[in-house]
C-alpha cells in the first residue's frame, strides 16, 4: 500500500508542479484595456505608434546610461491619455525579457516625468508571475528616472521572481526615459 502511494505521489507531484507553473503565464491586458489600467480617471485615449529609430535609441540609452533594455522593440504604442482637455500623462507599452521569455507591461507616466501606474499585460514565463500583483507594481508609483528602480535597493525583491523583478524594472526606467525623450519634461 505504502509502495503505491509513493508511486502515485511521485506520479502527480511533476504534474501539480507544471499546473502551478502553467498558470504563472497568462495574457492579463489586452491593449485597448491597458491604457485604462494605468489611468482609471482618463476619459479619452490618443494612440500613436513610434518606430524605434536609430536615433531615439541613441537619446534613451543616454537618460539610462548604464541601464541596458534586454529588447528594443522595432515600434513603441503610446497612447495620451485626457480627461476632457486635461493632459493625465502617457501609457507606454513596453517588453522586457523575464528569465527567457519577455514580459509585455505598460507604464504609466505623468507629464512631470514620474510613474503614475504601471500594469503587467502579458507574462510568458513558468515561474515568477508575481510581478503582476499591486502590491509588487505600487512600489514604482511616484518613482522617476533618479530612481535605481532595482530589487535591494528601493524596490522589495520576489523571492522566485528576481530576474522578473529586474525586467520590470529596466522596463520602466525605458518608458521614463521614452517619455522624456519624445514629449519632454518640465525642469
Not at 85 to 97: A, N, T
Amino acid at each position: 500500500m505504502l509502495q503505491r502511494r509513493a508511486f502515485l505521489q511521485g506520479l502527480l507531484t511533476p504534474l501539480a508542479l507544471a499546473a502551478r507553473a502553467a498558470a504563472q503565464a497568462g495574457v492579463y491586458l489586452s491593449e485597448t484595456e491597458a491604457p485604462a489600467a494605468v489611468f482609471p480617471r482618463a476619459t479619452a485615449f490618443e494612440r500613436l505608434v513610434v518606430p524605434a529609430t536609430p536615433a531615439l535609441r541613441a537619446k534613451v540609452q543616454a537618460l539610462l546610461g548604464a541601464t541596458r533594455p534586454s529588447l528594443w522593440e522595432p515600434e513603441y504604442v503610446i497612447f495620451k491619455a485626457k480627461r476632457g482637455e486635461r493632459l493625465l500623462g502617457y501609457g507606454v507599452i513596453v517588453e522586457e525579457i523575464g528569465k527567457h521569455r519577455p514580459i509585455t507591461f505598460i507604464v504609466g507616466v505623468r507629464p512631470n516625468g514620474r510613474v503614475q501606474d504601471v500594469a503587467v499585460m502579458v507574462y510568458r514565463e513558468p515561474y515568477g508571475g508575481e510581478v503582476r500583483y499591486g502590491r509588487f507594481l505600487a512600489q514604482y508609483t511616484g518613482k522617476s528616472l533618479r530612481d535605481a528602480l532595482l530589487p535591494y535597493r528601493d524596490i522589495r525583491n520576489i523571492t522566485g521572481a528576481t530576474l522578473s523583478c529586474y525586467s520590470i524594472g529596466r522596463g520602466v526606467r525605458k518608458a521614463l526615459a521614452l517619455v522624456q525623450v519624445l514629449f519632454g519634461k518640465p525642469p
